[in-house]
């Protein structure tokens, strides 16, 4: 009778001791998501015509860097997710700093930062040039001559960075990359420069176009998050290494039709 009161007591023992246990997982996990997405719903900010971002394939299905993980870290929080749309980068990092999008994924530069909060490095990305068919440009040496238009998106690094790299060529910043496409057609630039990523899915609505060899830089793709946040940055950096070396984000990847990336390394 003793030992079946002593087991019957143990056992209630280690019941409370698990149900504690769960409840604190549970308190930790709502905790983490409440601090990540105050709202209940995980905002995501995206912009089209970028793996980087979002693209979408031959069936209609949306893909992308920041669209697919975005979602990776909804199911990993229990919550839902909303996909917030917007024309450029710029936008996106804007609407963070003023909290009206909770998460997305893009270069981690020291101005961004001083805007958004950005977790450890995902993916490294090349940058490039892109030239139309028949182009006279065949090489980057070609570039930095009076009267050649580099386009490059509105708000992005490239916009700030490539005045200082090229002093006789003209920059032309483009409103996004669909209006660059446009751009092309109306002879307002003679090339594109942003990451290799987005240079290959521009190429595909560009018969003849062609990435030029080599690069001019890289972007550290990171996960941004409104500032204030910095708490769940143990949890977002276990969670961009978990992606890294479960094989998600590879698929991501593919997806995507991602291409000109490596694997990050955490500094």
Not at 89 to 112: C, E, K, L, S, Y
Not at 185 to 211: C, H, V, W
């Amino acid at each position: 009778m003793r030992i079946s009161s002593w087991r019957h007591g143990a056992l209630a023992a280690l019941l409370a001791f698990a149900t504690v246990g769960l409840s604190a997982s549970f308190a930790k996990a709502d905790g983490e998501a409440k601090l990540l997405a105050p709202s209940g719903t995980l905002r995501v900010g995206i912009y089209p015509g970028s793996p980087t971002s979002m693209v979408t394939d031959s069936a209609g299905k949306p893909h992308g860097l920041a669209y697919d993980l975005g979602g990776e870290l909804a199911k990993r929080l229990g919550i839902g997710v909303d996909y917030v749309r917007f024309e450029r980068v710029a936008d996106i990092v804007a609407a963070i700093h003023d909290g009206q999008v909770d998460f997305t994924v893009t270069n981690a530069t020291p101005a961004r930062a001083n805007e958004v909060t950005f977790t450890q490095p995902v993916l490294a990305i090349e940058l490039g040039f892109l030239v139309p068919a028949n182009s006279q440009i065949g090489k980057v040496e070609d570039i930095d001559k009076p009267g050649v238009k580099i386009g490059v998106t509105k708000g992005s690094t490239s916009e700030r960075t490539l005045p200082t790299k090229f002093k006789n060529a003209t920059i032309v910043p483009a409103e996004s990359v669909k209006v660059a496409i446009a751009m092309f057609g109306r002879g307002e630039i003679d090339l594109y420069a942003t990451n290799k990523p987005t240079l290959f899915e521009m190429s595909n609505q560009m018969p003849g176009a062609k990435i030029l060899d080599g690069n001019w830089g890289l972007e550290h793709m990171a996960i941004a998050i409104p500032r204030g946040r910095e708490d769940a940055l143990p949890l977002l950096n276990r969670f961009v290494t978990e992606e890294q070396s479960n094989g998600v984000l590879d698929t991501i990847q593919q997806q995507a039709g991602l291409r000109g990336a490596s694997r990050a390394k955490r500094e």
